[in-house]
């Protein structure tokens, strides 16, 4: 049974700090490897996908690296901005229908 | 495009009542999902949908009974309300084709108590 960990929990930041937020997986069998944020009170909104192919994915600011052999992904976040607090989940899918998503990161970057 | 809506977005029950909690999606995706979402966890699976007429179980399924008579909708009942099932409902749909397969797109949620 596949089990996702976030490291750390919880992270407070001040502005402009570069960021690594972690990700540990117990099955590398995986498909693909999503990176989510979540506002307080919103839904998810999809930042990043690694295919399990892939070793990583840039975004703007983000940049999500993939170590299947490893069971680790990691998410950087350069340059953060108080507009980057959220909680940051990422979810490894086993198969191509199911996700299990971790218990989240919270970040508060501090302006 | 509206994306993933649901209703409601609040709703408060008591113990043994039933309810229905709507999911709509006007992407003409396949795959849809509902996941729920306790204080401080991560999102937990009940249940999914790869097409019309075809549902299966995630990690959480007991409670809960799902269909899929559309492509559109995937609606979630909850027979007898138990106090565990206070929790944020979440629905999701995947497309599985075109440039942006893979990626879930998620609804505003609905948050439900049971006393």
């Known amino acids: 049974k596949q089990e996702v960990t976030q490291i750390p929990a919880a992270l407070s930041v001040p502005e402009g700090e570069n960021l690594v937020l972690n990700c540990s997986f117990t099955?590398?069998?995986?498909?693909?490897l999503q990176w989510f944020r979540q506002d307080p009170g919103k839904g998810l909104t999809s930042l990043l996908l690694?295919?399990?192919?892939?070793r990583e994915q840039t975004s703007g600011r983000l940049n999500a690296s993939l170590d299947k052999s490893s069971g680790r992904s990691t998410l950087y976040i350069a340059a953060s901005q108080p507009g980057d607090s959220a909680t940051y989940l990422c979810?490894?899918?086993?198969?191509?229908?199911?996700?299990?998503f971790g218990t989240g990161t919270r970040l508060k970057v501090l302006a | 495009n509206a994306g993933v809506t649901q209703t409601p977005k609040f709703r408060i029950l008591k113990i043994g009542q039933s309810m229905t909690l709507q999911c709509t999606q006007d992407?003409?995706?396949?795959?849809m999902y509902w996941y729920r979402q306790d204080p401080g966890m991560g999102l937990k699976l009940i249940y999914y949908?790869?097409?019309?007429?075809?549902?299966d179980k995630g990690e959480v399924p007991n409670g809960y009974n799902v269909s899929r008579s559309t492509t559109e909708d995937f609606p979630l009942r909850l027979e007898l309300a138990a106090p565990s099932q206070t929790s944020v409902y979440f629905c999701?749909?995947?497309?599985?084709?075109?440039?942006?397969?893979?990626?879930?797109?998620f609804g505003p949620g609905t948050r439900l108590t049971v006393l």
């Open positions: 979810a490894p899918t086993s198969g191509t229908y199911k996700y299990i």
């Open positions: 099955d590398s069998a995986i498909y693909n």
């Open positions: 999701a749909s995947r497309s599985t084709s075109g440039g942006n397969t893979d990626t879930q797109y």
């Open positions: 949908s790869v097409g019309a007429g075809i549902t």
């Open positions: 690694i295919q399990s192919s892939q």
């Open positions: 992407m003409n995706h396949n795959y």
